[in-house]
Nanobody, 127 residues
Framework: QVQLVESGGGLVQAGGSLRLSCAAA????????LGWFRQAPGKDREFVAAITRTGFYRYYADSVKGRATISRDNAKNTVYLQMNSLKPEDTAVYFC????????????????????WGQGTQVTVSS
């Protein structure tokens, strides 16, 4: 297990940008696949982006493809989500997640694939 804490959310105008950060505590970060999910009011949590243990492979939901970049810094035990050209429909609580102690360089897109979750950070995009 790894403890995750998100930051960087806030209120931004449509068309703006935000960089979300997720800091991890624990010694398994470098052997973890990581993901970002979001949950809008009244909706189920949905996948946003994923990155493999090495950072070599990344995968995005169609809704954010071309506007989002997921990255990781294993030296800082941190995963990032850069969001550009934000839209009001991007308004949600954003969660990072980790699947720990893996040996393959795979990414994961289902909530059930992940072992650890952060508490979330609110992103609100005004029109």
């Amino acid at each position: 297990q790894v403890q995750l804490v998100e930051s960087g959310g806030g209120l931004v105008q449509a068309g703006g940008s935000l960089r979300l950060s997720c800091a991890a505590a624990g010694r398994t970060f470098s052997s973890s696949a990581l993901g970002w999910f979001r949950q809008a009011p009244g909706k189920d949590r949905e996948f946003v982006a994923a990155i493999t243990r090495t950072g070599f492979y990344r995968y995005y939901a169609d809704s954010v493809k071309g506007r989002a970049t997921i990255s990781r810094d294993n030296a800082k035990n941190t995963v990032y989500l850069q969001m550009n050209s934000l839209k009001p429909e991007d308004t949600a609580v954003y969660f990072c997640a980790a699947r720990t102690n893996i040996t393959s360089d795979a990414y994961y897109v289902r909530e059930s694939d992940y072992h650890s979750w952060g508490q979330g950070t609110q992103v609100t995009v005004s029109s």
